[in-house]
């Protein structure tokens, strides 16, 4: 069912390739300034995590929680960090490792959802969860815009990225009928 929050989260799928195109291929913009891009990347990625913001709270305030909502929620984040992260690690200003940690959490984390979805089970976004996508989400704005501390706040995000993840498969283990 298209509802707003649903919507909103479609538009921020659509926002995050073209954040990624701006960040990555430089030269299809002619003259433009490389601040610019950034200016404009920056832009969008504010656009585009506010609608994280207002899907989420329309969808409970007004009960428009649908389970195409679920699907696209999660996956509009994630396309909307990752396509923030991965530009800024190619052009220089992310670290390598940090990028790769939080990409390797992030996949291994949606995989475990799927199980859970398979199982039945319900492991919604965790308080650590949440905080982790607003720090990642801060960190991607400095980086973006070259403000100071964008590399320390990305390694905060990149530990409480980790951390989240261990909630999530410490919660998955207890609760699942997984036989190791």
Do not use: C
Not at 138 to 145: D, E, H, R, S
């Amino acid at each position: 069912m298209l509802n707003i929050p649903n919507t909103l989260a479609l538009i921020r799928l659509f926002l995050a390739p073209l954040m990624f195109l701006l960040l990555v291929d430089r030269g299809l913009f002619g003259d433009i300034h490389y601040s610019w891009l950034d200016y404009m990347a920056a832009f969008i990625f504010v656009v585009a995590s506010a609608t994280d913001f207002f899907d989420g709270y329309i969808a409970r305030t007004f009960n428009q929680i649908t389970p195409l909502g679920k699907i696209l929620d999660p996956l509009a984040d994630k396309m909307l960090t990752l396509a923030g992260f991965l530009g800024l690690m190619m052009l220089g200003r992310a670290s390598e490792w940090a990028i790769y940690l939080i990409l390797t959490r992030e996949i291994f984390i949606t995989g475990l959802r799927v199980s859970a979805a398979a199982q039945n089970m319900d492991i919604s976004a965790s308080l650590a969860g949440k905080v982790k996508t607003v720090i990642q989400m801060i960190a991607i704005g400095f980086l973006l815009m070259e403000w100071p501390y964008g590399n320390e706040i990305l390694w905060v995000a990149t530990i409480l990225t980790l951390y989240s993840g261990f909630e999530y498969m410490r919660d998955y283990l207890k609760n699942s009928n997984f036989e190791g």
